[in-house]
C-alpha cells in the first residue's frame, strides 16, 4: 500500500492501482452520503480531481494520486456510500488506475510515512 498527502490509499499490482480514500479521511468527513466517480477510460493527471464524496459535514474532492488512465470504478460505493465509511480501505475502494508510468509509485508515502503524517 501507497499513500498521498491529500488521503488516498493505492494497492499496486501490475502496474494498476486500486485507488480510495483512507480511514483518517473518513474520519475527518464524517458519515458519506454521495460519491461521484470519473468516468472509464478518462485520462487523467496527478494532482486532477477524479471523484467526489459529500458527507454530512462537507463536499470533498479526492485526487488521481498519478497519471493514468480510469480503467474501472466502484458502483456499489455510488450506490451505498456507507460502504467507504464502515470499509474504507478495501470494499470502499473508489477507482482502478492504469498507470501512465507505474515507477512513479516509488515516490508515495508508506504506511508509517502515512501515519507520522496523520499522528
Known amino acids: 500500500m501507497k499513500y498521498t498527502e491529500d488521503h488516498e490509499w493505492l494497492n499496486l499490482a501490475d502496474g494498476v492501482a486500486t485507488v480510495g480514500i483512507t480511514n483518517h479521511a473518513v474520519e475527518q468527513l464524517g458519515d458519506l452520503v ?16 477524479a471523484a467526489t464524496v459529500e458527507s ?5 474532492d479526492v ?3 498519478l497519471d493514468g488512465e480510469i480503467v474501472e470504478v466502484n458502483e456499489a460505493i455510488v ?5 467507504v465509511n464502515s470499509d474504507a480501505q ?6 482502478k488506475l492504469k498507470l501512465a508510468r507505474p515507477a512513479d509509485a516509488d515516490g508515495l508515502m508508506d504506511e ?8
Open 90 to 95: 478495501a470494499a470502499g475502494w473508489f477507482f
Open 34 to 49: 454521495f460519491v461521484d466517480l470519473p468516468e472509464v477510460g478518462a485520462q487523467l493527471a496527478k494532482g486532477d480531481a
Open 79 to 83: 450506490n451505498d456510500p456507507s460502504i
Open 56 to 60: 454530512v459535514k462537507a463536499a470533498s
Open 112 to 119: 508509517a510515512a502515512y501515519l507520522a503524517l496523520v499522528g
Open 63 to 65: 485526487y488521481c494520486p
